[in-house]
T-cell receptor
């Protein structure tokens, strides 16, 4: 079985300050992990994905995430928030070893204060 | 361009009517998914299909039906049995199959269904 937990439903930061969105997962197999962003009334856009090649993953728009197996975490960070980063973010886990199934976290809404 | 297309973007339905949401992909993906999104509840899985002519119920399948007659298409019917159908519906696809690593899901732009 697999699951993913996003620890904060809402995060508020000031423009220019760091962003941290937390995600923990559980998986019986080696997982694939992703972060998606959703702007209002839009579909989801892939920010970054974890491959087994590197534990620190860089994505679009200055975001990055670090895979920590010992902590079963995949937190999303950005050094300096921009107003355009205000959106909802979803952590996602999939696993192989059987038919692939995608499991979503419940999402974190990021508010950026001017 | 390859991608996944949902139509229509906005849909209004009278109570008691069935309505079908379209989802088409030209990515040659085996797996397709339907999610429902409500404020504060994230994405909830309605149905998924890993291969043509096969589909499985997700977490909230009651009041919905799907078909997968073609690899490219995975339409969702919201039936009159769905008690609270007003929501944002998202379709997604992924490569699927066995032993497939590191493949993300691709999403359509969504259909907002409103029951009037």
């Amino acid at each position: 079985a697999q699951s993913v937990t996003q620890l904060d439903s809402h995060v508020s930061v000031s423009e220019g300050t760091p962003v941290l969105l937390r995600c923990n997962y559980s998986s019986s197999y080696s997982p694939s992990l992703f972060w998606y962003v959703q702007h209002p009334n839009k579909g989801l856009q892939l920010l970054l994905k974890y491959t087994s090649a590197a534990t620190l993953v860089k994505g679009i728009n200055g975001f990055e995430a670090e895979f920590k197996k010992s902590e079963t975490s995949f937190h999303l960070t950005k050094p300096s928030a921009h107003m355009s980063d205000a959106a909802e973010y979803f952590c996602v886990v999939t696993l192989s070893g059987g038919y692939q199934k995608v499991t979503f976290g419940t999402g974190t809404k990021l508010q950026v204060i001017p | 361009d390859g991608g996944i297309t949902q139509s229509p973007k906005y849909l209004f339905r009278k109570e008691g009517q069935n309505v079908t949401l379209s989802c088409e992909q030209n990515l040659n993906h085996d797996a397709m998914y339907w999610y429902r999104q409500d404020p504060g509840q994230g994405l909830r899985l309605i149905y998924y299909s890993q291969i043509v002519n096969d589909f499985q119920k997700g977490d909230i399948a009651e009041g919905y039906s799907v078909s997968r007659e073609k690899k490219e298409s995975f339409p969702l019917t919201v039936t009159s049995a769905q008690k609270n159908p007003t929501a944002f519906y998202l379709c997604a696809s992924s490569i699927g199959g066995r032993a497939v690593m590191n493949t993300e899901a691709f999403f359509g732009q969504g259909t907002r269904l409103t029951v009037v």
